[in-house]
């Protein structure tokens, strides 16, 4: 699991200046098992900094997304970008009801990741296995079970 100050460290490598802003958006993004939105963060880093700009918040996203040590997911049938800074291989399961994203290890994807570097020679930085589903809570509540349209999922 990634620490607040590796994607902290990550930023100043980056040259951007480490505010207690981007601290805060840091320490959110490594301790959060919500996979939050920008909007989300926003949220949670604008009640300990009133003056903070959703600029902020998104440059600060697409900075430690562009240096692979967090994730981009996408939407959870919610029609919003969630962030993951687990980027240790895994499989996200999204519930389509509710929208909550979970982390689920599997050392299938381990191995996977270790077969696509063996092959190609590339250095991943990053995967994304998403599934879409429900959750067993929504199916406890009897959420409908309908077929997964393109436009919920962006998948074919």
């Given at each position: 699991?990634?620490?607040?100050q590796?994607?902290?460290?990550?930023?100043?490598?980056?040259?951007?200046?480490?505010?207690?802003?981007r601290?805060?958006?840091?320490?959110?993004?490594?301790?959060?098992?919500?996979?939050?939105?920008?909007?989300?963060?926003?949220?949670?880093?604008?009640?300990?900094?009133?003056?903070?700009?959703?600029?902020?918040?998104?440059?600060?996203l697409?900075?430690?997304?562009?240096?692979?040590?967090?994730?981009?997911?996408?939407?959870?049938?919610?029609?919003?970008v969630?962030?993951?800074?687990?980027?240790?291989?895994?499989v996200?399961?999204?519930?389509?009801?509710?929208?909550?994203?979970?982390?689920?290890?599997?050392?299938?994807?381990?191995?996977?990741?270790?077969?696509?570097?063996?092959?190609?020679?590339?250095?991943?930085?990053?995967?994304?296995?998403?599934?879409?589903?429900?959750?067993?809570?929504?199916q406890?509540?009897?959420?409908?079970?309908?077929?997964?349209?393109?436009?919920?999922?962006?998948?074919?």
């Open positions: 699991m990634i620490t607040p590796v994607l902290t460290m990550t930023l100043q490598q980056a040259g951007m200046r480490i505010t207690p802003q601290v805060a958006i840091c320490k959110l993004l490594a301790e959060s098992e919500e996979h939050p939105t920008a909007a989300r963060i926003f949220e949670q880093v604008k009640v300990l900094f009133p003056s903070i700009s959703l600029a902020t918040i998104y440059n600060t697409e900075t430690l997304v562009n240096l692979g040590v967090v994730n981009v997911l996408g939407h959870a049938g919610d029609d919003q969630h962030y993951d800074a687990e980027v240790d291989p895994h996200n399961l999204a519930c389509i009801a509710c929208h909550r994203i979970v982390d689920l290890p599997s050392e299938h994807v381990t191995h996977l990741d270790h077969e696509i570097t063996a092959a190609s020679g590339y250095k991943l930085l990053g995967a994304r296995v998403l599934y879409y589903g429900l959750c067993p809570a929504c406890a509540a009897g959420s409908p079970s309908h077929p997964l349209r393109k436009s919920q999922t962006g998948i074919q």
